[in-house]
Structure formats: structure tokens, C-alpha cells
């Protein structure tokens, strides 16, 4: 096994990983303080007509040693993920204030995300990875090549698969709502497995029993305590109401509530000192389940409320004096250690200078991991197949064998609009919540350091075009021939290189959107919305020229309409119609193009504007995503 922060290795100055072994010595000598925070206090700003500022967490102090394994318990809204998150660097807004020091130091942002690993309740994976595969592509991302060769990659995965216990499921996929995988459990020890590759100081799990049975819950808990142990990680988990064997798995815990300790300090003690403040816990009662109904505030009436209140309060007090000279103890060593060692000072510049995998390395496994869960999603893909094949049989026949005379010019312009409509909808809405879903996975994994953007970007490109490149071409290619469009090779590549730039574009946006909103119920609003008033701006229902000219600007950055264009030019130049005498009658394919107004710009010049278009959207879209994948953390 390989030790990023090999203890040895960074006193003797070297990034040479050690020796793999099942992880016999800890990384950090056991009951050293690795985590300290003093007088933590978290508030934010209420939507209140005065603004006032609301006290989310009251002058918290504590520590979490190596080995340890600390549960933050207490009832709903008591601030137990606030904490968490304000102790693994991941608060955002708001005011943070207090003194957190990692083994005696000053955190530093870059080093320090390094270092912990963050478990979210939410296990945010690709549903068709296996298990295995999941750890594997999430060894390849977050372990640096230079430091490991590949098979010491794969021995790290294979010791992860061991020790959390997953050998059984370890070709088994993840899955989601759609896809059976794993259970719960393994789902959760796969998401601590990414987290544990790395071989982290400290270990963060934002309730990791939440939705598990009991059984699932404790065999969790005791694997992430096991380890945390024999590793030297100093755990810290929140946990709403655990069972009282859970409970009593946790080396420490601290009770909160309304923002306050309660209790902080080993469990095997919180039952006498309760019981020594005058709270004795029945002797068949779960302790936790005690505990958090001491520190719920009960609602049901006005007289219950302010006893409760007054309980709670009277709590948090007794620990405050309680602790008092502790606490001033544990500030005076604070005092004293608040101050970077050389030793520190280069554990910290070792794991920040810590070697990022090159880009093209990262590009590549990005891509390769997202060709393959995209291979993988069978009913997707055909679904995608089918569409074509459909739309291309009811659209073809729909405008069936056209004839060169004046009904077939019209319905010409029919299918030339079809066709650059057909490269938006049907490619932008499928792959929309896939790309939003895979956004959130890559915000998830660059929390702790794993991948540029431009890679993941760039490499969703790169799979989503060629994807929707070859299903629209069925679309496109089965249209052309039974519409019986011009039969001449060079037009039918001209068409074709349209719909696909038009495809492109539509790629683009479909990134851009993704990228910028914040939930897939806005996508989904806003998406069909611009399609519309693309398709309705397209120069088709209302001849540009003669819209009026507060909208006419749309048609600067309407694709459908610079596709339109294109496609309809190379359709109608050239031909000549046979007109039935006595009838109003298109003679030549040019009177067309300029009864439409589609002949504006040539087809070269539709084909440039199309595909700045399309880089613009793109550039925008990368922007956004940079910024919105941009960590906003408080530091203290
Ligand atoms: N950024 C914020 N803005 C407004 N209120 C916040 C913010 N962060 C936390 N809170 C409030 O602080 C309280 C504690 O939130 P927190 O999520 O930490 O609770 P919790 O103990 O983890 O609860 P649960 O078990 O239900 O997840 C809640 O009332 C929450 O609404």
C-alpha cells in the first residue's frame, strides 16, 4: 500500500511513496492531535426584513485525535453538517469565526484538500461503472502518475475492494434509479473507498447510515472505525439518531444542539456524566436516542417549547462549565503549537507541490471513463438508434418521393427546416440531464483536487458529439433518400456537414445550459424555451426580412436559421421546376431562396457563422462551469 504522506518520507524531505503493505503502520502517530478548532462560531444572515444575523454554531472547541473516530450527533437542524463542513474547509457563506489548526498549524486551502477526504451523504457515482471500475478510474484520476505506476494503482484499489469489504460486488455495476447495482451499503463503501485512496489524515462522512438498514449501517461504521484506527485517520462523521451498538462503536462524540456542545468527549463516559448533571439514562433505553430527545426542542406547544428550551440551555451550560479548565488547557497547547514547524511547513508544501497528472493523462481516462459508461447504457443508446431510425422513417415518408415541380419546392423548404430543427431537440433534451448529472459527479471529485475542467470539458465533447453524430446521421441520411432530396453526392455531403456543425452547436448549448444551471427543473424550463424561439425564428414561418426589427437580431444567433440557410441553398440552387400552366408557379430553384430569404449569406458564410456560434457558446459554457465548480470557501 502507498502512503501518500508517508511520514518518513516527508521528514526525510522525499515524495517517494513507501512500501504497499496492508497498512500496517498508521500514517500518523495514534492519539496525536491532528485536528483542533477553538471557539468555532458560524452565523448567517437571515432573510429577515433587518437582515439580522443568525448564530448557526456558538463558540465551538474541540479536537479529533489519529485513530479516532468521532460521531456528531443531535436532532435535525441542531448543526451537525455545518460543523462538519466548517471543519473540513467546505463552508460557503456566512460569517466563520474561531481557530481550526491541523496538527498544530494554520490550514493551508491547497494542501489541506489534499489531505482530508469529504464522504457527501449524496453518493454521486456513474451508474455504470462497476465497483471496481469506479475505483480504478478513481485511482488513475486522483493518484499522480509519476508517483505511481499503474499496477500500484491497482493494488491500492485491490486493498480498498479488501478492506471495505466489496470483493463480493466488485464487478457488480453501481447503478441508479433505472439500473439495478449495488445495494446501500455497498453503494456508500464504494463512495468511501474513492475517498480512502488517497490515504487521507482525516476522514469526513456527512451521515453515511442515512436510508441504510441497521445491519448495512453498522458493518459501515465499523469498516470506516477499523480502518481510521489502523490507518491513524482522525474520522469525523455526523449521524442523526444512531442505534446503541453504532453508538457505542464511536471512540468520542459530541452532542449538539441549537448550535451548542452538549456533550464532547469518549462515549464510553457521556452515560455518567449525564447521569452526574441529573439526566440518568433508563437502563433499557438506547443511549443516543436518549441523548438527542434531552437536546430536541419540542414543539407541540408554547409551555413545552420553553421548558425545552430552558433543558437544552441548562445542557450546554453545565458542559460549558464543565470543561472550563479543559478548555483552558487545551488553548494554552493551542498557544503553544499554533506555530509552523519546519516539519509541518514541509508536510504541508509536500502535499501542496503534490504532482498533478498531466492533462492529456487526465483527458484520457476522463474520456475513456466516459466512453465507457456511455457504451455501457444500452436502453439509452438504442433508445437514441431507434429515434433515428423512426423519425427518419415517418419524416422520409411524410414528405415522400418530392417531385421537381411547384407543391415539391414547397415541401422541399419543409424538410430542409425539419432537418435543422431535427438537429436540436432530439440531441439537446436526452443528453441534458445526462451532462447536468455528470457535472455534479465532476464539482463532487474536484473537491478534493482530481481533475481540471478543461479535461472534463473537453472530454464530454468529445464523447456527446460523436454519440449524437451517429444516431442523427441515420435520421438525416434516411430522410435524405426517401424525401428524395437532390440525388448528387456532393450536395448530400454539403447536408450532411451542415446538420452535423448544426449538431455541434447543439452540443455546445446543451453544455452551456448544463453548466450554468442549478437545478435540472430550470434546464428543462429554459432548454425548450431558446429551442422554441430558435424553431420559431428560423426562416421559415416569418421571412426575416420583414420581422420587425426589435426581434430581427435573433436571427444572429439562431442556429436553426443559419442551418436553414444552408441546407436550403444547397437544396434549391440549380433547380428548375415544371409548372402547370394557369398556376402561380416557383420556375427555378433561385426564385425560391429569394421568395425565403435564405440566401442572405452564402453556404460557406452560414457555415462560419454557424461555427462561431458554436465556439462561443462553448467558450461561454466552459467559463461558467469553471466558475460555478469554483470552490468559494470560507478559510480559517
Ligand atoms: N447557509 C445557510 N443559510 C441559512 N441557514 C443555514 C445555512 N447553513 C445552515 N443553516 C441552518 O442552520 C441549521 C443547522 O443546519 P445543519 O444542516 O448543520 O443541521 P443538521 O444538524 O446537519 O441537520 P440535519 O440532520 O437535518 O441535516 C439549520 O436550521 C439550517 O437551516
Known sequence: MVALFDEEAMTEGAHTPGPDSARSAPLAPQGEVILQWDSLSYEVKTKSKDAAWRTILHEISGEARAGETIAIIGSSGAGKTTLLNALSGRIVGGRLSGRILFRGAKRHPGSFKRINAYVQQDDLMHPML????TLSYAARLRLPDSQYAAERKAERVEAVIRQLRLGAARNTKIGDELVRGVSGGERKRVSIGTELLTDPRL???DEPTSGLDSNSSELV??????ISAEQGIATLMTIHQPSARIFNTFDKVILLSQGRIVYFGPTSTAIDYFAGIGYPCPVHENPADYFVDLMT????????LAKSRERVQSLADAFAQNEK???ASSAATAATTDKSSPELDAEAAAAHSLPRNNWFYEYATLARRDWLNLLRNAPFLAGQLVQGVFMSLLIGFMFFNLKLDSLGAQNRLGVAFVIAVNATFPVIMPF????YKERNIMIRERSSATYRVTAFYLSKFTTLLPVSFISNAIFFTGVYFISHLTFDAGKYFIGLAAFFSMIAVSVAFLLLVGSAVKSMDVGFIIAPVVLTIQLLFGGLFA??????P????????NPVQYGFSILAQNEFRGQVYTCTPGRECYSTGEDVIAAYSVGRFTIWQNFLLLLMLGAVQAAAGYMILRWVARPRYIWL
Open 543 to 548: 421571412v426575416p426580412s420583414t420581422i420587425t
Open 221 to 226: 461504521v465499523e469498516l470506516v472505525k477499523g
Open 203 to 205: 476522514l469526513f462522512l
Open 325 to 327: 479548565g479543559a478548555v
Open 550 to 557: 426589435v426581434l430581427r437580431w435573433i436571427r444572429w444567433v
Open 432 to 435: 441534458l440531464s445526462l451532462y
Open 297 to 304: 426542542l419540542d414543539y407541540r406547544s408554547d409551555e413545552a
Open 130 to 133: 462497476t465497483v471496481h471500475e
